[in-house]
């Protein structure tokens, strides 16, 4: 009766899972999308806890240490996702998918020891072999690449390439393949040593793999990572027979996947180009005019203010800078502001703005921004003829015209945000630093772009004063 009751539980909190994602598709039903997978998810834990018996028939028992486990884990989980900046949450996202890949490696490892001492050994189940080594490889490469990811992400972890560097990566992950090969048909005489070295070969791999990476590409290294981790957590689903854990893994997995190729189209980039390529990993700057052959024009306050105020139209674009002075509030205020005045005030929103695939939404979403006043790319290129004012707001990659116009550009070819499109461009950075991609904007050189510097959150609040007294 019990494995009868936990069969439907874990059909229930499957279908949670897929609704939930479905609902994660919309920003007006994200938030219950993720409730409602949560609650399957801590319904199929329960009842893997009190349901689930063994091939002895015994339950799982050890009751005590699964639920110090589950309350500290809650209790670390909770207070970080409480207390993160929207700056740091591409490295929490990070960081707890390797946890995710952390995890299924040491089921594999776990599970490794209780085939060998089975009866018949390793080699009394191949297929059981099998998954195991895919679930070790899978998820420490998860692991060690988020872990860089996240260092790298944070500051802690340079760009860092040498020559030969792919012929290495190629190497380590072919060796720890063909040791998992040699494993299943080989039968060594130390199978321990063996699985331990594809392990370490692995970990190797998801090192190497990421490091060259450089940050205009981390959006598709973390969506590859998290469909790595889907896929090392479905492993665990066919070791243990668990289809809620099966189910979850191949969403995850699925929806990984095909997040890291709408990134890549995105970029107009293919995803081989982006794992061999190290764009954005430390080309070299220019000066402030030698590249783009032009000089720039700043703008104060004052002009910004009654630009805007007597505008029709006005778009603002957000980018990372926007994140890193934690300026989103300020950003909703002047928009309520403008709006007072009769002003239409929409978002442009590039697939790849920020350091994760949806950042840009989730910052303005925490400042309570209308889900449709957010227009992705195609909308907001729809409308730029039309807008009298762009501002925007620590972006610089994604509104750079070399990536239409300059064959030599390493942006070349990327789909961008055409804000030069509009009547005037108002551009607010610290300083004329280039982007993730090393590269001068052409942007700041047209004429109808000015330079409003400083930094976001300030920048803002002054202009809202401003507007107030225009």
């Known amino acids: 009766m019990e494995q009868q009751i936990l069969t439907i539980l874990y059909l229930a909190s499957s279908l949670t899972f897929i609704v939930g994602l479905k609902m994660l598709s919309s920003p007006a039903t994200a938030r219950r999308g993720n409730w409602l997978a949560a609650a399957g998810m801590t319904a199929a834990i329960l009842g893997t806890i009190f349901l689930y018996r063994g091939s002895d028939g015994a339950h799982l028992g050890n009751y005590g240490w699964i639920f110090t486990g589950l309350l500290l884990g809650t209790l670390v989980g909770t207070y970080t996702a409480r207390t993160v900046k929207m700056t740091a949450m591409p490295e929490m996202v990070s960081l707890f998918n390797g946890m995710g890949g952390a995890c299924a490696a040491l ?7 209780h085939l060998h001492h089975q009866p018949g050994g390793l080699y009394a189940n191949p297929l059981q072999l099998l998954i ?14 988020s872990m860089v990811a996240w260092g790298k992400l944070n500051g802690k972890v340079k760009d860092f390439s040498f020559p030969g560097q ?34 370490a070969l692995s970990l190797l791999y998801g090192i190497f793999f990421v490091l060259p990476i450089g940050g205009a590409d ?15 957590a479905a492993c665990g689903g066919f070791l243990y027979h668990n289809k809620v854990m099966l189910t979850g893994g191949i969403l995850v997995g699925a929806a990984g996947t095909l997040l890291t190729i709408l990134m890549c189209r995105a970029m107009n980039r293919s995803l081989l180009n982006v794992l061999i390529g190290s764009f954005g990993g430390g080309a070299a700057t220019g000066g402030a005019t030698s590249a783009a052959g032009g ?20 778009m603002i674009v957000p980018g990372y800078g926007l ?19 009769g002003v239409d005030v929409k978002y442009a929103i590039h697939p790849v703005a920020g350091r994760m695939p949806g950042h840009m939404n989730v910052l303005l979403a925490e400042s309570d921004v209308a889900y449709d006043k957010l227009l992705e790319m195609e909308q907001a290129n729809e409308e ?43 551009v607010n950075k610290r300083s004329m630093k280039p982007g993730y991609a090393g ?22 609040q002054e202009l809202l004063a401003e507007i107030r007294n225009v």
Not at 295 to 314: C, F, L
């Open 107 to 113: 089921i594999s490892i776990v599970e490794f020891g």
């Open 132 to 145: 195991i080594l895919l679930g070790l490889i899978i998820g420490a490469v998860s692991f060690a690449g």
């Open 166 to 199: 792919h012929i290495l990566n190629n190497g380590a992950i072919l060796l720890a393949l063909a040791g998992a090969v040699y494993l299943i048909h080989g039968h060594p005489a130390d199978p321990s040593l063996v699985f331990h070295t594809v392990l």
């Open 218 to 232: 981390m959006p598709v290294v973390i969506s590859l990572l998290n469909s790595f981790t889907g896929v090392a």
């Open 295 to 314: 000089t720039y024009k700043e703008i104060n306050i004052s002009d910004v203010a009654t630009v805007m105020a007597y505008a029709n139209k006005v």
């Open 323 to 341: 994140a890193v002075a934690q300026a989103q509030h300020a950003c909703h205020e002047l928009e309520k502001a403008l709006e007072a005045r």
């Open 384 to 426: 730029f003829r039309t807008t009298d004012v762009v501002l925007v707001l620590g972006a610089n990659d994604v509104v750079n015209p070399a990536a239409k116009n300059d064959p030599a550009s390493p942006i070349y070819g990327m789909p961008i945000l055409e804000v030069e499109e509009a009547k005037t461009v108002i």
């Open 439 to 460: 590269i001068e904007n052409q942007l700041f050189f047209q004429p109808k772009t000015s330079m409003l510097f400083g930094d976001a959150k300030k920048a803002l």
